[in-house]
């Protein structure tokens, strides 16, 4: 079998990894790939981005399964143009997507299936939002619409910082037209999780919970990234919470869309707030979490590719989805910079030596060969995730691989799964 992942992370190199692992896969392909994906398959320089150049390359290629890695080709029909084309795609629809791909789309789905979110207004115009904003006062949270690069939300302290938001998304285009509209909410306290189902337009199968640390400074501090490292599971959201939890947040979202006529299949991830009135969706994505990936891939036993064709093929209800019952702990070296402005180019050594330790894998995300070495090409670098008995044992073990890493001006929190620790 040949398969096609889409993107350039630490997720795809993830998923590569994976996938490989099947006895039903010959070949993979990752379109653009990174240093890591190269070394699991072939990378194709096509962007993600590209919906007709990566259909017509699956198309000339062969190719059995293609997976979408980030949000952004599903958002743009990836999977509405390779199922025209009889190929089968991992990932949801265009309309589906829009879970991810518009903030104002996802909010007014949960508000009619009844999922527990943050209270909310949308708005076309600055006058009326800033007026709004004004009357409601702070804390307050500003959305842009739609897909920022996980850039285009503020949780404004201030009615001036929130009115400065409103008036750099959709008076200045700081996000291009992805702030023509914005999304104006009420501020939610407490604890994050993330909650990750495979899905099959009907059932669900759960993967087990996890937590990303999302602001660049030890102690939640400093402004939001990516994700500066993650682990599974999280204490917030135990195992006998599981079922409870996603017919809250899950089964409400597949029986609206299903009723739409557009099934959600693929990955569907509820990014929980644990506040005193209980769990409280801040935002859906659509695709595997970066960095919840990587940990979470660590622990899956099942195969991957079955659980992907179960899921396109509305199925799901046939596979059991395993689970190793081991925690897995994922921490994010980063270019010293990011996310503001980072250098690139610098010589990667000892992932060999990182690799090498019990139950641990360092995933490649902004990397590239050169001339048969591995070099940063972006800010989050690597997440080095270990496998351990429990969270304190997968800490160690992803910080001692860490420690065996070397690239100049790098940079990680030292903190991740303090919180999982402390409760």
């Known amino acids: 079998m040949k398969i096609l992942v889409v993107g350039s992370g630490g997720r795809e190199h993830a998923l590569c990894w994976k996938l490989s692992q099947s006895p039903k896969v010959d070949t993979i392909l990752c379109a653009p790939g990174?240093?890591?994906?190269?070394?699991?398959?072939?990378?194709?320089?096509?962007?993600?981005?590209?919906?007709?150049?990566?259909?017509?390359?699956?198309?000339?290629?062969?190719?059995?399964?293609?997976?979408?890695?980030?949000?952004?080709?599903?958002?743009?029909?990836?999977?509405?143009?390779?199922?025209?084309?009889?190929?089968?795609?991992?990932?949801?629809?265009?309309?589906?997507?829009?879970?991810?791909?518009?903030?104002?789309?996802?909010?007014?789905?949960?508000?009619?299936?009844?999922?527990p979110t943050a209270s909310f207004r949308v708005f076309?115009?600055?006058?009326?939002?800033?007026?709004?904003?004004?009357?409601?006062?702070?804390?307050?949270?500003?959305?842009?619409?739609?897909?920022?690069?996980?850039?285009?939300?503020?949780?404004?302290?201030?009615?001036?910082?929130?009115?400065?938001?409103?008036?750099?998304?959709?008076?200045k285009k700081a996000f291009s037209s992805a702030g023509d509209r914005v999304v104006v909410e009420e501020c939610m306290a407490g604890e994050e999780a993330s909650f990750l189902a495979f899905c099959d337009g009907v059932n669900y199968a759960l993967l087990p919970s996890s937590q990303d640390h999302k602001a660049v400074g030890e102690g939640d501090t400093?402004?939001?990234?990516?994700?500066?490292?993650?682990?599974?599971?999280?204490?917030?959201?135990?195992?006998?919470?599981?079922?409870?939890?996603?017919?809250?947040?899950?089964?409400?979202?597949?029986?609206?869309?299903?009723?739409?006529?557009?099934?959600?299949?693929?990955?569907?991830?509820?990014?929980?707030?644990?506040?005193?009135?209980?769990?409280?969706?801040?935002?859906?994505n659509v695709r595997f979490g970066d960095p919840e990936c990587q940990p979470l891939l660590m622990r899956l036993e099942s195969d991957l590719v079955d659980i992907m064709f179960a899921c396109i093929e509305g199925r799901l209800n046939e596979i059991e989805v395993k689970v190793r019952p081991e925690t897995a702990c994922g921490v994010v070296m980063a270019a010293e910079g990011y996310p503001g402005s980072y250098p690139k180019g610098m010589e990667i050594s000892g992932l060999e030596d990182a690799d090498a330790l019990e139950g641990v894998k360092a995933f490649q995300a902004g990397t590239q060969l050169k001339d048969g070495k591995v070099v940063t090409s972006g800010g989050r670098v690597l997440c080095v995730t270990a496998l351990g008995r429990d969270l304190k044992e997968a800490q160690t073990r992803a910080y001692e691989a860490v420690g065996k890493i070397h690239f100049d001006k790098s940079y990680y929190r030292r903190d991740i799964g303090d919180k999982g620790l402390n409760r």
């Open 124 to 171: 076309d115009e600055f006058e009326a939002a800033r007026s709004f904003i004004e009357e409601k006062g702070a804390p307050i949270v500003v959305k842009a619409d739609g897909l920022a690069a996980g850039k285009g939300v503020v949780v404004a302290k201030t009615t001036e910082e929130a009115i400065g938001a409103v008036e750099e998304m959709m008076v």
């Open 34 to 115: 990174n240093g890591g994906t190269a070394q699991v398959g072939t990378n194709i320089p096509i962007k993600d981005d590209d919906i007709p150049a990566l259909v017509a390359y699956a198309k000339s290629e062969a190719v059995d399964l293609v997976v979408a890695g980030p949000e952004l080709p599903l958002v743009l029909g990836l999977q509405n143009a390779l199922t025209k084309e009889g190929i089968p795609c991992f990932g949801p629809s265009a309309f589906a997507a829009n879970l991810e791909g518009s903030k104002a789309f996802s909010k007014n789905v949960m508000h009619e299936s009844g999922v």
């Open 222 to 284: 400093g402004p939001n990234t990516g994700g500066m490292g993650a682990y599974s599971p999280a204490p917030i959201l135990p195992e006998e919470k599981y079922e409870e939890t996603a017919e809250l947040v899950i089964r409400p979202i597949l029986r609206h869309l299903a009723a739409k006529g557009e099934p959600f299949k693929g990955i569907l991830y509820a990014g929980l707030m644990y506040t005193e009135n209980g769990p409280s969706v801040l935002e859906y």
